[in-house]
């Protein structure tokens, strides 16, 4: 506010300087969507690493392609993850009984059993155990006693994973109460609660983002007592995976937020994979509804070419009937072909074929890190990891028979391995001649859209004047021109590569008076070189001098 003016002598104000940067948000963030071994089912979990992906949904699993996939997606150089775990109908949660110490504790009521689930549905629960003893810090407390949580590998015997809570209590009062403790703190198991007017604890405190939602959670009277020392060997029952997974479970509701739309509980991701779900391909409607939903989200879905195209040909001839065998056609969403073979380490490293969406992500990260979104993911540098072969091996002329038709190839060279040949939307078809027809130019503008989205919210409820046009441009046009630096954009100078208007003429008397500032940012876009054409001339003969 100004300075008030009191007395003879020099005032010193600090004025604003109006300037708000605007940053550019990620551009690789990858969402996945599949089954699982375990883990939160409909809730979107961050992992920056496969081995937070073992840790939180059980690593790598024979009836989840997506595991494979997120693991082909670090492999090839990705960083940030977002895993949705679905799961079928009727799926359950293991489950064990604890009989109160009635020995040691006199006041122990009989029957009155220490209910303890595994954290979330699935059989994978089944191989739990649980280990009790009094060893406590106050052995006279007859409220105390110490956990231990073992998951054990069914094939091996031997334990993949071990928790242990010391000094728990049975006591609601208690900061160690049973219930909310191992809620907040295991990832392998809770204690259900029945719900009760008379329950002393807050439902609040059971909504701990990422593990569980509160409204799942049964409250119950707990235990007087603790359970008896004993050791249960696998002791937990009734975990059940449920019925197949069907289209439905992976498309999900959007109110509710299950399925893709759990995604709507996530800030921001800009790739979405959907690996095949169960022994077939993924459904075409499941294709349609999560390409529509990319678009809402300015993202970029990656489809896998189903496993039936086992050769040219028939990529060719489906590829071009988009209703019945894609569903998508839209330029927030791309095609790749063929399929990868690789090595799986759960069957002894025989060679086994896999969706290529996670690894072409993970290059998708790769290039955007080391050059920038706006160059295509495609090309020499971009040689998959892992890869020991591809599905459908192909010639420069039938690669030359689907790329016209916007469907992304993978190919092999020697020397330089298997990589991705191709980069362009499923609006790329030449016929078509969409602006989008290339990814970067599609991924470009929606990295620049969701960057200045965020970034102008400032804007809001600011007097609508000259003033804050100005402003605008400064703000805007400083982003743009970083972008232009790092040759983001054709062009040689900033005037020939982008422009930003906010003025007068592009928010006229009767958009103010409706509360509407209008920003018109253009720019010019990169575009693979896909053609590479060289003139070779000859001149036969003496030159006559």
Not at 74 to 80: A, I, L, R
Not at 481 to 495: I, K, N, V
Request: one cysteine or more; glycine letters at 8%; hydrophobic letters at 40%.
């Amino acid at each position: 506010m100004p300075v008030k003016v009191s007395y003879p002598g020099v005032y010193i104000e600090e004025l604003p300087s109006g300037v708000h940067t605007i940053t550019g948000v990620a551009t690789s963030i990858t969402a996945f969507v599949g089954p699982a071994v375990r883990g939160p089912v409909n809730a979107p979990i961050p992992i920056n690493s496969f081995a937070d992906y073992d840790r939180a949904f059980g690593g790598l699993y024979n009836s989840s392609m997506m595991s494979f996939a997120v693991n082909d997606f670090y492999q090839n150089g990705g960083s940030q993850g977002v895993i949705v775990r679905v799961a079928g109908q009727n799926a359950s949660a293991a489950s064990v009984n604890l009989a109160p110490d009635t020995a040691a504790s006199p006041a122990a009521v009989p029957n009155e059993d220490l209910v303890l689930d595994a954290a979330n549905v699935g059989a994978w629960g089944n191989n739990l155990g649980v280990i009790v003893d009094h060893k406590t810090r106050s052995p006279n407390d007859s409220t105390l006693f110490n956990l231990t949580i073992q998951l054990t590998d069914p094939l091996t015997g031997q334990i993949q994973s071990q928790e242990k809570f010391l000094n728990l209590s049975v006591d609601p009062t208690s900061a160690r109460f049973v219930g909310p403790y191992l809620y907040q703190n295991s990832q392998l198991v809770i204690v259900p609660l029945q719900q009760s007017t008379d329950s002393p604890l807050d439902p609040s405190s059971y909504n701990v983002p990422g593990v569980r939602p509160a409204e799942t959670v049964e409250w119950a009277s707990p235990p007087t007592s603790p359970p008896t020392q004993q050791y249960f060997a696998e002791s937990f029952s009734g975990g059940s995976d449920g019925k197949a997974l069907t289209e439905n479970d992976v498309i999900g509701d959007q109110g509710n937020k299950t399925g893709i739309y759990a995604l709507e509980n996530t800030d921001l991701f800009n790739l979405l994979c959907i690996p095949p779900y169960n022994s077939g391909d993924v459904s075409v409607n499941v294709q349609v509804k999560a390409a529509a939903y990319c678009v809402t989200r300015r993202a970029f879905y990656l489809m896998d070419a189903p496993s039936t195209w086992t050769s040219v040909l028939t990529a060719l001839n489906s590829f071009s009937d988009f209703s019945a065998n894609i569903g998508a056609n839209g330029d927030h969403a791309a095609l790749f072909f063929p399929q990868l073979v690789e090595a799986n380490p759960l069957n002894d490293d025989q060679l086994q074929s896999f969706v290529p969406c996670g690894a072409v992500a993970g290059i998708f990260a790769r290039t955007d890190a080391q050059r920038g979104v706006w160059k295509a993911p495609a090309g020499q540098e971009t040689a998959l990891t892992g890869v020991r072969q591809l599905k459908v091996p192909m010639t420069d002329p039938e690669n030359g028979e689907l790329n016209p038709l916007g469907l992304n190839c993978l190919r092999s060279f020697p020397l330089i391995g298997r990589v991705i040949w191709g980069s362009r939307t499923l609006q790329g078809a030449d016929a078509l001649e969409s602006q989008w027809k290339y990814i970067p130019v599609r991924r470009t503008a929606l990295f620049i859209e969701e960057s200045l989205y965020r970034g102008t919210k400032w804007v809001v409820f600011e007097p609508n004047d000259e003033t804050l046009w100005g402003q605008i441009r400064l703000n805007v046009g400083s982003f743009m021109q970083g972008l232009f630096r790092q040759g983001a954009f054709q062009g040689s100078t900033p005037q020939t590569a982008y422009f930003v208007k906010c003025d007068g003429e592009s928010t006229t008397q009767n958009d103010i008076d409706q509360g509407i500032v209008n920003i018109i940012v253009g720019f010019a876009p990169l575009k693979p070189a896909e053609f590479v054409v060289i003139q070779i001339q000859q001149i036969a003969g003496q030159l006559q001098v």
